[in-house]
Every structure is written in structure tokens, then in C-alpha cells.
């Protein structure tokens, strides 16, 4: 689900005023705005991305690669789920998204096609999934984190990439298949093997504002300070920040003073926290428990206030942190208003009947107040009830008649005359042997009913007894 909030009119119950789902039964994996804020980018577990403007309308849909394409180069997108993404931070028409197919792709979203693909290096053959991307501040450098444990960045500016379809025998124009107009990018300008431990994925990766330093965060519980002026080996390294989820963040804090992150819940009785570390050392200066892991950090320089989005498998929330004397605006004001009140005397209204008087006949509601029904029209219908109605409801309708149970043979004076003159039992207390038995000594009553028969009828043949065979073997 994606859910939109706006501080303007934001109260203390935290409710937002839009809520969707981008793709159904894909959790959302990575949220961005455009440098404008006009529109976001919002990637799912899915291999399409989609893209909405600020009132949460979409925009489009970024297309989807064939998946039968063994060179991924030679695809129009992704082919597997995707596993981050973000908008340039200052040209509005151009996005990134990565994605577990190996590969990373820069989209025109003007267009809703992609640019670049860029396939990073790997030390075997094989197919290694992307699982972290992001731009530098001033959009010149690209780096990405492989579920392999390696760094990789590459250099966008000028010409980046060759065109893919260098090589590839070209399609007869009677086909009208388009031509493959994006290029394509695989060494990188700078590489790190190892940079985490390999068995766990680079869940994220963040720049410097002067795009000379980068953080990474590492599912083996790691957090790392890298120099791009010596892309080697790490400045810095914190451990003992576990982490569970491949999706989990860090970010800048005020003045490159800090950086955050978050933890995961290792056992059910645990809770993750939101940590707070020094930008040079790593020092972890402050930690705040929360229900749940932490997942998504980000830090709002223009309201100064951090959002960490939390949960566990029953759920999640967004928590916000801020300072009273030091944030503005955002959930300062929001928390200072209360939700509205519900007030029960308001008239609930029921779903209105809509009546189309001009209708065709075919269609016409003939149970619509204030027309007149024909005869024909009456007869019709009372006919169409009585197709519905048991045989024989039209002669009885006491309780107990047609089958229905409760029969009280009529009204409460009948019942009682009955009931005096034993002609009212109970047939669950009547004895089936001896009602049959008391006709035993009467007149047969066959010939009343066969009296074309009472001359030539002959006596009553009635079959032999049977023996037992304990009789029998007597």
C-alpha cells in the first residue's frame, strides 16, 4: 500500500487522505520525488515501476523486458522484481530503478521508456542480482550494491554507454519492430569486491552531499563509510546493527553532522531501534527502541525532522522525530491538531434509487413510484408470482399447511374442540401396532372401494409364513 499524508491538513491521528495499492500483491520496495515534487516514483517487489503525481493519479508504467531475451542489454526492461529505485536529484525526466534481474536501467519518464542499461561487472558468469542503486547529489556518479557483497559506481557524465544495437542484425521494416534506441553501459569507473560479506545483500547506499564520501548498509550488520578519492577499502566500519530486511536504508543527517539507520527485530519478544551514528567516526551516539524493525530512514532538511517506517508481519506505521524547539512545521503543527469529532446527529442518508422514466420498454422498471401498471401488465405479474407459489397455498394458509411444520388444525377455538374430542393427538405418543390392530375385528373395508369386483372377487390369498433357518435346522 501507498499511502499520502499532507502536513497541511494533517491531524494528531496521523490519517492520510489517500491511500492505494500500486500492484497487487507486491509490497512497495522504494518511494522518491521528482526534484520538482510535482510527481514520485514508486517501485514495487514487482518488475514494472509506476509513476504518480503528487495527488497520488499514475502517471504510467514503466514497461516490462522479455524475459526469453538471454542479454538483458537487448530487453525494454526489467524481466524480474525489481529492489530500489530513485529520481535524478536534478534533471526531472530521468529515473533509476535496479532489479534482481543484474541489471540497472535509467528510464525517460517523459517518455516511459528507458534510456541506459547498465549491466554491472561481475568477477564469474552468471547472473547476480542488484540490490541497492542511488545518484550522487549533482547526478554525475551512479553507484550500486550486489547481493554478492561488491561496490560498484559508474560515471555518467557526456556520452555514457554505446548503442545496444551495435552488432545486431538489423529487423526487416515489414516487421515494424522498433529499434532498439537506448544505450548500454557495463565496466564501471570504480569497483570494491568484497565490500560486505558475500552471503548478504547491500541493502543500501548513500552519497555525501560534496559526492566524495558514500555509506553502505549491509545485510551481515554492517555499516560502512567509503572515500571515493580512495575507493578501496572502508574509512570506517560499525557492526552490531543487525538487519533482516533487504530493504533496509540509511541516510545523511543534519549538516553531514550524522547519519541514521535502522535495525531489525531479531526474536518476537525484540524490538529494532533507530540509531543515530557520528558521520566521521561511526560512534553510535544515540539509539531509540520502536515496536517492530526499522526498515525506511529518511531526514528532512527543509522541516528537520526524521521519518522511520516501522513494523513487522502484522503490520506497520510511520513514525516521525522531531524537536519542539528546533523542527518546523510538518508533524509539529500536526500534532497540535485534533481529529475531528464524529457527531451521531448528522442523518445517514441511504444509497439513492436511480429511475430512468424514458427508458425503453425492454428496459423499463415497472416498479417505479407513481406509474401506472395496465391490467395486462397486473396480470402478468400476479402470474409470475404464482408460478413461484407450493400447489395448493391458494386454498390453505394456516400455520402448519403445505408441508410447513406447527399445524394447529385451525384457529385456537378448533384446536380446543379437537383436543376435547380426541380428534387432536399427538402423533409421537400414538402406538402404530395397536391403531392397526383395532381394525383387526372389522369388516374388511376393500370392497367399498371396489364394488365392480364384490361378486367375482375370491378370498384373500395371503402369503406363506416363512421359517427361520434356526427352525430349519431344527
Request: charged share 20%.
Amino acid at each position: 500500500m501507498c499511502h499520502l499524508y499532507d502536513f497541511g491538513g494533517l491531524k494528531s491521528d496521523g490519517r492520510s487522505f489517500r491511500s492505494f495499492e500500486v500492484t497487487e500483491g507486491h509490497p512497495v520496495v522504494a518511494t522518491s520525488w521528482s526534484p520538482t515534487g510535482d510527481a514520485f516514483l514508486v517501485v514495487t517487489s514487482y518488475s514494472q515501476a509506476k509513476l504518480y503525481n503528487r495527488d497520488g493519479k499514475e502517471l504510467g508504467e514503466l514497461p516490462k523486458g522479455d524475459m526469453y531475451i538471454r542479454d538483458l542489454k537487448n530487453t525494454k526492461g526489467h524481466v524480474t522484481n525489481c529492489t530500489g529505485g530513485c529520481w535524478h536529484p536534478t534533471d526531472k525526466t530521468a529515473a533509476l530503478t535496479c532489479s534482481e534481474d543484474g541489471t540497472l536501467r535509467v528510464w525517460d519518464v517523459t517518455e516511459v521508456q528507458q534510456k541506459t542499461v547498465i549491466k554491472p561487472q561481475l568477477a564469474r558468469p552468471g547472473r547476480v542480482s542488484v540490490t541497492g542503486c542511488s545518484y550522487s547529489a549533482d547526478g554525475r556518479l551512479i553507484a550500486a550494491g550486489l547481493a554478492d557483497g561488491t561496490l560498484q559506481l559508474w560515471d555518467v557524465r557526456g556520452k555514457f554507454g554505446q548503442s545496444a544495437a551495435i552488432g545486431l542484425v538489423p529487423v526487416p521494416k515489414a516487421q515494424m519492430v522498433a529499434r532498439q534506441a537506448w544505450t548500454y553501459a557495463s565496466a564501471p569507473g570504480q569497483i570494491v569486491r568484497a565490500a560486505h560479506q558475500p552471503s548478504s545483500d547491500i541493502t543500501c547506499v548513500r552519497f555525501s552531499l560534496n559526492s566524495q564520501n558514500m555509506v553502505s548498509r549491509g545485510g551481515d550488520g554492517t555499516l560502512k563509510l567509503w572515500d571515493l578519492r580512495s575507493f578501496k577499502a572502508p574509512v570506517r566500519s560499525a557492526d552490531g546493527l543487525p538487519c533482516n530486511h533487504g530493504t533496509t536504508q540509511c541516510c545523511y543527517g543534519p549538516g553531514e553532522k550524522y547519519i541514521f539507520t535502522g535495525t531489525s527485530a531479531e526474536a518476537k519478544d525484540r524490538n529494532g531501534s533507530l540509531v543515530v551514528l557520528h558521520a566521521d567516526s561511526l560512534d553510535v551516539l544515540a539509539e531509540i527502541a520502536v515496536d517492530g524493525s526499522v526498515v525506511g530512514v529518511q531526514w528532512h532538511p527543509g522541516i528537520n525532522q526524521i521519518f522511520a517506517g516501522c513494523g513487522g508481519r502484522t503490520g506497520g506505521c510511520v513514525r516521525t522525530f522531531y524537536d519542539p524547539k528546533l523542527s518546523t512545521k510538518g508533524a509539529v503543527v500536526a500534532a497540535s491538531r485534533a481529529p475531528r469529532t464524529i457527531n451521531t446527529d448528522f442523518m445517514q442518508l441511504a444509497a439513492p434509487t436511480i429511475y430512468n422514466p424514458n427508458a425503453l420498454p425492454m428496459y423499463r422498471d415497472e416498479s417505479m413510484p407513481g406509474r401506472p401498471v395496465g391490467k395486462k401488465r397486473r396480470l402478468e405479474l400476479e402470474a409470475e408470482k404464482r408460478k413461484y407459489q407450493p400447489a395448493g397455498s391458494s386454498m390453505a394458509k394456516g400455520v402448519g399447511t403445505g408441508g410447513r411444520l406447527g399445524a394447529t388444525g385451525g384457529t385456537l377455538l378448533t384446536a380446543h374442540v379437537l383436543a376435547q374430542q380426541g380428534g387432536l393427538a399427538n402423533f409421537k405418543e400414538e402406538d402404530a401396532r395397536a391403531a392397526f390392530l383395532q381394525h383387526a375385528d372389522k369388516e374388511d373395508v376393500f370392497s367399498r372401494f371396489t364394488a365392480a369386483y364384490e361378486k367375482t372377487q375370491g378370498p384373500t390369498v395371503f402369503a406363506a409364513e416363512e421359517e427361520d433357518e434356526e427352525d430349519a435346522g431344527e
